[in-house]
């Protein structure tokens, strides 16, 4: 069965970076984009970006470009989204999920605080 | 950058009908999908391809599409319906997601 599992929550001060991981299982991981997503306290859902599996190709949205970083490696079937110069706004759960959304990881709660 | 418009919140009976729709210019493009997410855990995908359920999602659930107007239909709503929905779509490499609805069932 397919199965995303991300790292664990993190504590940031503002201006850090943040690297949150999503270790993907149960498929043949080059055959699929990762998605990331992010959810403020009490808010929506935020599309973050995209990178495919199979050539790293990736695409992020507008109002984060320039900050976030989506990587990925093969060798551990594992995807990577770095986030730099934390604010207290990107405090949220964020998410990986496969493909269309297929499948979500269970989040990570990042919290950015002084 | 695309938009998708959601109702904030919308309410039933249990038993009723609950309907729940999602306007932008992006659906005019490519297939809108639909998730549930229930307070505190991940976000389930419901509807996809506009009407096409996974396999485990009862078959109260539904979907439409008209132009730009796509809908989530719920078929005699239960108790364990109510959570938050969202409606997303793709296009251009890009994701977007609509503002989200309350679904409240009681």
């Known amino acids: 069965q397919v199965q995303l599992v991300q790292s664990g929550a993190e504590v940031k001060k503002p201006g850090a970076s943040v690297r949150v991981s999503c270790k993907a299982s149960?498929?043949?991981?080059?055959?699929?984009?990762i998605n990331w997503v992010r959810q403020a306290p009490g808010q929506g859902l935020e599309w973050m970006g995209w990178i495919s599996a199979y050539n790293g190709n990736s695409n992020s949205a507008r109002k984060l470009q320039g900050r976030v970083t989506m990587t990925t490696d093969t060798s551990t079937s594992t995807a990577y989204m770095e986030l730099r110069s934390l604010r207290s706004d990107d405090t949220a759960v964020y998410y990986c999920a496969l493909g269309y959304l297929d499948y979500w990881g269970q989040g990570t709660l990042v919290t950015v605080s002084s | 950058s695309y938009e998708l418009t959601q109702p904030s919140s919308v309410s039933v009976s249990p038993g009723q009908t609950a309907r729940i729709t999602c306007s932008g210019d992006?659906?005019?493009?490519?297939?809108a999908r639909w998730f549930q997410q229930k307070s505190g855990q991940a976000p389930v995908l419901v509807i996809y391809k506009g009407s096409e359920r996974p396999s485990g999602i009862p078959e109260r659930f539904s979907g439409s599409d008209s132009g730009t107007t796509v809908t989530l239909t719920i078929s005699g709503a239960q108790v364990e319906d109510e959570a938050d929905y969202y409606c997303y779509a793709a296009a251009d490499n890009t994701g977007v997601f609509g503002g989200g609805t309350k679904l409240t069932v009681l």
């Open positions: 149960g498929y043949t991981f080059t055959s699929y984009g």
């Open positions: 992006v659906l005019a493009k490519t297939y």
